[in-house]
């Protein structure tokens, strides 16, 4: 028979629909991820959750209609109430943090986006991974603080793990299909390498002797992305691409030696895979969050995803750079952190926390951030991380001895730079 366009390119006649919960949906992916939804009515949002942003998460019920809204904060939640009440909405609304599980492993719910920012979002996501959901992972926090704990889960777990974090998204793309979700090593597929590029965050090129001086607000104005404070901070530093280089090793089950960083301004390309007979694979497309999360919402079908198409003829130069560790310490740590492996990832993601919340609270400066971290490190012994206990014990102590040492520091007895 021949192969006729019907037969090939006819799609089947409807998707099959998904009941989705938004953990995190007053940030900048939960946005993205309702905006996406938004084209897609065979997608229905089963529950939205949020810290604390009232005034957003009332518009996002009005709007979507949630089964529920989880409001971590008991008074914002009692605030949601009453707003929802007064506009006649139907969602019932939770708070604390255990409804943050409720609503991520509840059995309405088939999809989760994981994208509450930094360890908070940890018992949720893993709770949902347990769960067999399909998980769409932006939450990096939650996988470099508890990897092989995770990763364990999912392969114990009829879970499906879609990375959202475009980096990782775009090396999914361009593994051999068979391979994507098996979490074990790719190299035996004739992978060589993954390369993450990098776009190397706004002060790339500022002298290194102004960057005691970066204000909170510099440190959060990205050239190519719009992010939460957290993520902006963690790619000005770099410790962005070091968490991401965890967070490969542990999503496809390679070692660190096995993941290559390079610096790439124009953030077009958002990763790449080398094989062993010389191929590189790579992603390409428009800086927009929307991409990833569209890939992964429909997977393994394609949908619009609203973002803007490339032109590459607009696109003059694609650059290329290997990235300079002493300018960018924290991603040096973050890469000897994947080396050493067990606590070493929990303690680098608890320290690098509490070094940037004290960094946007103007307590520390922007140059005390890796030195904070690094001294964390230096002070704890490296454990094996292989159960939630251990990884909470880790977790509470390098928040502590951060905390200790940045009051150390207000005191006057200052930090110095990590060398190396
Ligand atoms: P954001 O700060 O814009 O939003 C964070 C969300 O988490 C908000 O809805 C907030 O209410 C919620 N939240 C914060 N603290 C919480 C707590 N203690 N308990 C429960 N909920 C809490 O952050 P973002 O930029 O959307 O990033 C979210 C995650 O996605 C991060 O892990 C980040 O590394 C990752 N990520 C973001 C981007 C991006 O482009 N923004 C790209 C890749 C990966
Ligand atoms: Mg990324």
Redesign the pocket.
Known sequence: MAIGPTTVLSRPAGRPSASITVL???????KSTLEVIALHAEYHVFAL?????VPVMVEQCVRFQPRFAVM?DGQAAEQLAGELRKAGSATKVLSG?QA?VEVATHPEADTVMA????S??LPPTLAAVEHSKKMLL????ALVMAGELFMRTLAASNAVLLP???EHNAVFQCLPPESRLAGGDIRRQGVRKVILTASGGPFRTLPVEQFGDVTPEQACRHPN?E?????SVDSATMMNKGLEVIEACFLFGVGPEHVEVLIHPQSIVHSMVEYMDGSVIAHLGSPD?RIPIAYSLAWPERINSGAAFLDLTRQADLQFFAPDLERFPCLRLGMEAAARGGTAPTILNAANEVAVESFLSGKISFTDIPAIIAAVLAQMSCDQADTIDIIRQADEQARATARRIITETELGNGLSAPTG
């Open positions: 995190g949906s007053t940030g900048s992916i939960g959750t949020a810290n604390s942003n971590v943090a943050l994208a509450i920012v930094g908070a979002g932006a939450n990096k926090e959202i974090d475009s992305w992010m939460g404070r957290k993520i969050m």
